[in-house]
């Protein structure tokens, strides 16, 4: 998803990286446990919205953010 940084924005893209799209699932990878709560209880929803405006023929159902 070469639009990852103009969906969450340059300071949260340098710490992420798309993973995977599958079944509906977004796969992204955060650097470290404070982002990855506050991507998952805080921006998740806004960023599903954000990608469902861009790219209406993706179907997605869920992120699911893991750190590595």
Do not use: C
Not at 18 to 36: A, F, P
């Amino acid at each position: 998803l070469a639009s990852w940084p103009d969906l969450v924005g340059p300071r949260i893209a340098k710490m992420t990286r798309v993973d995977s799209l599958y079944e509906g699932v977004l796969y992204v990878k955060v650097s470290n446990s404070t982002l990855h709560s506050l991507l998952k209880q805080s921006e998740k929803s806004a960023i599903i919205r954000k990608i469902k405006q861009r790219f209406p023929k993706i179907t997605l159902t869920d992120i699911k953010f893991r750190i590595g």
